[in-house]
């Protein structure tokens, strides 16, 4: 879209379902890094690559020893490879460009979400948060996993078993609970179903700080912001809460431990909650004060600027967007089909959304274009303005006063090799090796069309070299001969090309050669011989029973 004919004024804010993709049951989506390139999981254990420029499949995922359906689906760093966990509880990492299988893990529970190290280009650690068991970090290579602290113990040195189902004090089971790495993987945030917030250095996989949620409500989903300035939860008392997050982005692990070492006169619980409201703190809440409804798959914008929480009510497929001040600005109302995930455009304000159904909708602005051709000095006005005129603006200018030179250095060369850094991935780290495209494969032709095509063309060849002129019109009927070995299908079809052929050699304006024959048939009468001479040319009358071919048909 043209930037000048947009109008500024409209948000940055997604408003009308643009399109929608279709390809067997969609139940998860993940943009790569730039958004060009969109991840879908499906019921049947495909994973399924969108072209999101041209709205085409650039890459399908298919692993012959999984049937089951997709539970989340996550891009590395760069966008070379692609983590797939799947409800078989398996954890598959795929190479895009090749399409081939890297590594296969199977758990011991089943993955609802897993999620690459973002601080490698090619990671070999991921993050799993298993249905009924604690996040655990796997590493692909060896298939080895380790059990993550959910809580702290009363004793509180920052460590826990790292295998048990039960809290210490003796409550039943947790829920399931939510992880993420920060933005650069040295350190992972779990929500529990305490209602706290463990941040947990990932080599030592001890619990760095401790953040208590207000309400103590399970927490079910957390993420982090594309800058990581912000960090999201979503807990079960219907709350959508943002933390600001006071840690430096990068080395975040050494400022936990510059923290722990200024803390030294407390211990246990106390420490980790110093520790912990010094590296976080409850910036905004989103709730709906009147449905008191519960959230799914809550998310940032790409800039951060917005907040997005769908709905998870039977039958609706409604998208709220607040913005970071904490007011609603837009409700999407779609189909009634239940939304089971969400994903924000990294850069373009666009979001998609997956439906109980299957379907992928893209949700994009509705833009106003603008495409009036005035003076480049024109505005267009909303409304009565108050102008006040200059004293000097109708005054005849002298044509020999010089314009007003210009300070751009013509002299200057200009460099057309250099890429202009993009403001929308300022945050990021540029690497010329990240994958953006795919190439795209051409799908090959279908045989049964190719073999119409071959014996259609033979016919019209056939036709064409007949050597009579009076051959070139088809009968009148429309019969076809000689057609005993063709398949049916192929009959039909040839049938009715050489009547459409027919057809359309009779609307042409007969030769002089043509008429000239026509006005000799007319004076002479018709030969009863098989053999007939017309100006010295010889006709052969192919009577096979059907009546006669060319003009020797008697009206």
């Given at each position: 879209m043209n930037a000048p004919i947009i109008d500024p004024l409209q948000g940055d804010f997604p408003e009308v379902i643009e399109e929608y993709l279709e390809h067997g049951v969609m139940k998860c989506i993940a943009f790569n890094r730039r958004g060009t390139l969109l991840a879908a999981g499906c019921s049947d254990g495909n994973c399924i690559i969108w072209d999101f420029e041209t709205r085409g499949i650039a890459k399908e995922l298919r692993d012959k020893d999984c049937i089951a359906a997709i539970t989340s689906v996550c891009w590395s760093k760069y966008g070379h490879r692609i983590l797939v966990s799947a409800a078989d509880k398996?954890?598959?990492?795929?190479?895009?460009?090749?399409?081939?299988?890297?590594?296969?893990?199977?758990?011991?529970q089943t993955p609802l979400q897993a999620r690459l190290n973002p601080g490698s280009s090619t990671p070999?650690?991921?993050?799993?948060?298993?249905?009924?068991?604690?996040?655990?970090?796997?590493?692909?290579?060896?298939?080895?996993?380790?059990?993550?602290?959910?809580?702290?113990?009363?004793?509180?040195?920052?460590?826990?078993?790292?295998?048990?189902?039960?809290?210490?004090?003796?409550?039943?089971?947790?829920?399931?609970?939510?992880?993420?790495?920060?933005?650069?993987?040295?350190?992972?945030?779990?929500?529990?179903?305490?209602?706290?917030?463990?941040?947990?250095?990932?080599?030592?996989?001890?619990?760095?700080?401790?953040?208590?949620?207000?309400?103590?409500?399970?927490?079910?989903?957390?993420?982090?912001?594309?800058?990581?300035?912000?960090?999201?939860?979503?807990?079960?008392?219907?709350?959508?809460?943002?933390?600001?997050?006071?840690?430096?982005?990068?080395?975040?692990?050494?400022?936990?431990?510059?923290?722990?070492?200024?803390?030294n006169e407390l211990d246990g619980v106390e420490k980790l909650k110093a520790v912990g409201s010094k590296c976080l703190t409850l910036f905004r809440e989103f709730q709906d004060s009147i449905t008191k409804m519960h959230w799914k798959a809550p998310c940032f914008s790409g800039d951060g600027e917005w907040v997005i929480g769908g709905s998870a009510s039977k039958g609706e497929h409604k998208i709220y967007i607040w913005d970071r001040a904490g007011h609603l600005v837009k409700i999407l109302e779609g189909p009634k089909e239940a939304l089971i995930d969400l994903a924000w455009h990294p850069v373009h304000p666009i979001v998609v959304s997956v439906s109980l159904t299957g379907f992928v909708y893209i949700w994009a602005k509705d833009y106003t274009e603008n495409w009036s051709a005035f003076a480049p000095d024109f505005k267009e006005l909303e409304e009565n303005e108050e102008y006040v005129e200059r004293e000097d603006e109708f005054d005849l200018v002298p044509e020999t006063e010089k314009v007003k030179e210009s300070d751009v250095n013509e002299d200057d060369e200009v460099d057309i090799l250099t890429l202009e850094k993009n403001s929308a991935f300022s945050d990021s780290d540029m690497s010329q090796e990240?994958?953006?495209?795919?190439?795209?494969?051409?799908?090959?032709?279908?045989?049964?069309?190719?073999?119409?095509?071959?014996?259609?063309?033979?016919?019209?060849?056939?036709?064409?070299?007949?050597?009579?002129?009076?051959?070139?019109?088809?009968?009148?009927?429309?019969?076809?001969?000689?057609?005993?070995?063709?398949?049916?299908?192929?009959?039909?079809?040839?049938?009715?090309?050489?009547?459409?052929?027919?057809?359309?050699?009779?609307?042409?304006?007969?030769?002089?050669?043509?008429?000239?024959?026509?006005?000799?048939?007319?004076?002479?009468?018709?030969?009863?011989?098989?053999?007939?001479?017309?100006?010295?040319?010889?006709?052969?009358?192919?009577?096979?029973?059907?009546?006669?071919?060319?003009?020797?048909?008697?009206?």
């Amino acid at each position: 879209m043209n930037a000048p004919i947009i109008d500024p004024l409209q948000g940055d804010f997604p408003e009308v379902i643009e399109e929608y993709l279709e390809h067997g049951v969609m139940k998860c989506i993940a943009f790569n890094r730039r958004g060009t390139l969109l991840a879908a999981g499906c019921s049947d254990g495909n994973c399924i690559i969108w072209d999101f420029e041209t709205r085409g499949i650039a890459k399908e995922l298919r692993d012959k020893d999984c049937i089951a359906a997709i539970t989340s689906v996550c891009w590395s760093k760069y966008g070379h490879r692609i983590l797939v966990s799947a409800a078989d509880k398996s954890l598959t990492l795929w190479d895009v460009v090749s399409g081939e299988r890297l590594t296969r893990t199977t758990l011991q529970q089943t993955p609802l979400q897993a999620r690459l190290n973002p601080g490698s280009s090619t990671p070999s650690l991921c993050l799993a948060c298993p249905l009924s068991s604690a996040p655990m970090i796997v590493d692909l290579n060896t298939g080895s996993t380790t059990m993550l602290p959910v809580s702290i113990p009363d004793t509180g040195n920052g460590t826990v078993p790292q295998s048990r189902n039960k809290f210490s004090d003796g409550t039943p089971p947790f829920t399931p609970t939510a992880a993420c790495f920060n933005k650069y993987g040295d350190l992972i945030y779990v929500g529990n179903s305490k209602g706290e917030i463990l941040i947990i250095d990932h080599r030592t996989v001890q619990v760095q700080a401790m953040v208590p949620v207000s309400g103590s409500a399970v927490v079910k989903n957390i993420v982090f912001s594309r800058n990581g300035q912000y960090l999201l939860t979503n807990s079960n008392d219907r709350t959508i809460r943002i933390y600001e997050n006071l840690l430096p982005f990068k080395d975040g692990l050494v400022a936990l431990d510059d923290l722990d070492k200024t803390l030294n006169e407390l211990d246990g619980v106390e420490k980790l909650k110093a520790v912990g409201s010094k590296c976080l703190t409850l910036f905004r809440e989103f709730q709906d004060s009147i449905t008191k409804m519960h959230w799914k798959a809550p998310c940032f914008s790409g800039d951060g600027e917005w907040v997005i929480g769908g709905s998870a009510s039977k039958g609706e497929h409604k998208i709220y967007i607040w913005d970071r001040a904490g007011h609603l600005v837009k409700i999407l109302e779609g189909p009634k089909e239940a939304l089971i995930d969400l994903a924000w455009h990294p850069v373009h304000p666009i979001v998609v959304s997956v439906s109980l159904t299957g379907f992928v909708y893209i949700w994009a602005k509705d833009y106003t274009e603008n495409w009036s051709a005035f003076a480049p000095d024109f505005k267009e006005l909303e409304e009565n303005e108050e102008y006040v005129e200059r004293e000097d603006e109708f005054d005849l200018v002298p044509e020999t006063e010089k314009v007003k030179e210009s300070d751009v250095n013509e002299d200057d060369e200009v460099d057309i090799l250099t890429l202009e850094k993009n403001s929308a991935f300022s945050d990021s780290d540029m690497s010329q090796e990240e994958l953006c495209f795919l190439p795209a494969i051409p799908s090959p032709d279908v045989p049964e069309r190719q073999d119409k095509c071959v014996e259609s063309s033979s016919k019209l060849v056939d036709s064409n070299q007949s050597g009579s002129p009076l051959s070139e019109e088809a009968e009148p009927n429309g019969h076809t001969t000689n057609h005993a070995s063709s398949p049916p299908e192929v009959v039909d079809n040839s049938a009715a090309e050489d009547a459409g052929g027919s057809r359309m050699k009779r609307k042409r304006k007969p030769s002089e050669k043509g008429l000239e024959l026509q006005a000799e048939k007319v004076r002479k009468p018709k030969s009863s011989g098989r053999l007939s001479k017309v100006k010295n040319k010889s006709v052969v009358d192919q009577d096979n029973g059907n009546g006669f071919h060319g003009d020797d048909v008697s009206d």
